[in-house]
């Protein structure tokens, strides 16, 4: 299983990305797919999740109405749109992956099988 985050960049303050991650290996069966970041030298954080079967997504209280998740099952991609961007979103940006999930329940923890390389988000 591969997962290839594109999207990042520089954008100044106010500005929208989105980012996209394409997954390959895996076309079939039920899924958690996340984005999640991290600062230097802090602790990855979740932002938002989603459920492959309905679609159910969480998205952290922090990006809530700013940031949007979705996935694209027929381009086995998943988005995160990225609205009103601020500093403190400057991090890198990573999607993950989690295989079979019991609900989707289980797509907020950090435990994900599968991560992508990362993509920088830079915002000024």
């Known amino acids: 299983v591969q997962l290839v985050e594109s999207g990042g960049g520089s954008v100044e303050t106010g500005g929208s990305l989105r980012l996209s991650c394409l997954v390959s290996?895996?076309?079939?069966?039920?899924?958690?797919m996340g984005w999640f970041r991290q600062y230097p030298e802090k602790e990855l954080e979740r932002i938002a999740t989603?459920?492959?079967?309905?679609?159910?997504?969480d998205v952290r209280a922090s990006v809530k109405g700013r940031f949007t998740i979705s996935q694209d099952k027929a381009k086995n991609t998943l988005y995160l749109q990225m609205n009103s961007l601020k500093p403190e979103d400057t991090a890198m940006y990573y999607c993950?992956?989690?295989?079979?999930?019991?609900?989707?329940?289980?797509?907020?923890?950090?435990?994900?099988?599968?991560w992508g390389q990362g993509t920088q988000v830079t915002v000024s």
């Open positions: 993950a992956l989690k295989p079979n999930p019991g609900g989707s329940f289980m797509c907020r923890s950090l435990y994900y099988n599968y």
């Open positions: 989603i459920f492959s079967e309905d679609s159910a997504s």
């Open positions: 290996g895996v076309t079939r069966g039920r899924r958690c």
